[in-house]
């Protein structure tokens, strides 16, 4: 331990503390850095311009609720160590150093069939050799090996402090009030019982807010209409570059990090890779669309000029399957407008279907810890808002169309 200690000013939790030297090498990590280059919520900003907050902003704020978290937990007279302090701060920071560009919107489509979460392992565990084995008690507690499971929970689990950040933080830059959950209230009610992460009794109407926002949330925010319009986009722009690379690849190199992954990786995960991996981020794959943008091939040209000028697809949703008559409708206007085939206007008009589940018991449960030592699942309380609603899923139907 050193005396070394800083401070970082966070528009949302005020002063967060960094006062560790694992912590401090953590941050000034290259791979680290790099999401200060990747946007936390994809493009959402082209529906709530103050939504620019990016991976790093919510990588430290939920470090920020771990150090609240662990503070609390030790004061309700939880045995943890300062080495187990630490490794639970180090898996906290890095749960999502995995992420590539555009987080969650182009999951699985650079890198088809690869998880962000297996990313972070694998970064982990790269950065764990640099560091001589520093990172071991963190990787364990990351992928659920330590013997204190509660701290796993804390980093993943229906309750953890990376859901709390992000709910929190999203809706401080959108200004979607929705989203507020009181954290710091939840933080107070956290309790270990049974080596496994509960809340007290008295904290029921707070977690039944949290699993609320978090629904409405996904509603107005992550699933709004307009952001999902413009995050298909950016996949069917990846799908046509790959169908275009077969003939010509040459003619869609962008001189970025991010050709590798479209034209040459073949889904194994090595040194290598990982080394291109970490120079990856939104500002490759936003020059790549500049760049297509001038392509000759008019789908791909209308697709990247239209994300540029947020000229963005329509979606309608619904709770029913669409008529066919409708989508062949729509089919057939595109192909009118653009003067393209039927099948080169399936880029512009689709379908497909979104599930909101807020709460679901038969994964990890939230358990609620009564004062008389009895314990149930918050979904099995009397007269609770999570028996009624809250863990039944919601399916709806969408469609994007040219117009």
């Given amino acids: ?127 764990n050799e640099e560091l001589n084995g520093e990172l071991s008690m963190a990787i364990d507690i990351f992928t659920n090996k330590y013997s204190k499971r509660f701290l796993h929970q804390l980093v993943s689990g229906q309750l953890d402090v990376d859901r709390m950040d992000y709910l929190t933080r999203d809706s401080f830059f959108t200004g979607v009030s929705e989203g507020v959950i009181g954290y710091d209230r939840i933080l107070k009610m956290l309790v270990v019982h049974n080596d496994e992460l509960m809340v007290e009794e008295k904290g029921i109407y707070s977690i039944e807010k949290f699993l609320v926002s978090r629904r409405l949330m996904y509603w107005q925010v992550y699933l709004h209409k307009t952001v999902m319009a413009a995050e298909k986009m950016m996949v069917q722009i990846i799908k046509r570059v790959r169908f275009l690379a077969q003939h010509h690849p040459n003619k869609l190199k962008t001189a970025t990090a991010i050709d590798f992954f479209l034209f040459e990786f073949g889904g194994v995960i090595d040194q290598e890779v990982l080394n291109k991996f970490c120079i990856l981020d939104d500002v490759d794959f936003s020059a790549a669309v500049k760049t297509w943008a001038n392509n000759e091939d008019i789908i791909l040209q209308t697709l990247c000029k239209r994300l540029l000028n947020r000229q963005l697809l329509k979606v309608h949703i619904q709770t029913m399957p669409f008529d066919e008559s409708f989508i062949e409708s729509k089919t057939i206007e595109a192909q009118q407008k653009l003067n393209i085939s039927k099948e080169e206007a399936g880029y512009f008009v689709f379908t497909d279907e979104i599930v909101n589940t807020m709460y679901k018991p038969d994964e990890e449960q939230i358990k609620i810890l009564f004062k008389n030592g009895a314990v149930k699942n918050i979904s099995a309380i009397e007269d609770s808002l999570i028996q009624q609603t809250i863990s039944a899923p919601i399916k709806k139907f969408y469609i994007c169309t040219l117009d």
Wanted: net charge positive.
């Fill in 1 to 127: 331990m050193t005396g070394k200690r800083k401070i970082i000013n966070d528009p949302v939790y005020g002063f967060i503390t960094i006062n560790h030297p694992l912590i401090f090498k953590i941050i000034a990590h290259p791979s680290y850095q790099r999401l200060r280059r990747i946007h936390q919520m994809a493009l959402a900003y082209l529906v709530y311009p103050g939504a620019v907050h990016t991976r790093l902003h919510h990588s430290l704020g939920a470090y920020h609720l771990m150090c609240n978290a662990l503070n609390e937990l030790k004061d309700k007279g939880t045995l943890i160590t300062a080495e187990e302090e630490v490794a639970a701060k180090a898996a906290i920071l890095l749960h999502d150093i995995g992420h590539g560009p555009f987080s969650h919107a182009l999951e699985n489509k650079l890198m088809q069939g690869v998880h962000h979460e297996s990313l972070s392992l694998a970064i982990m565990k790269q950065m």
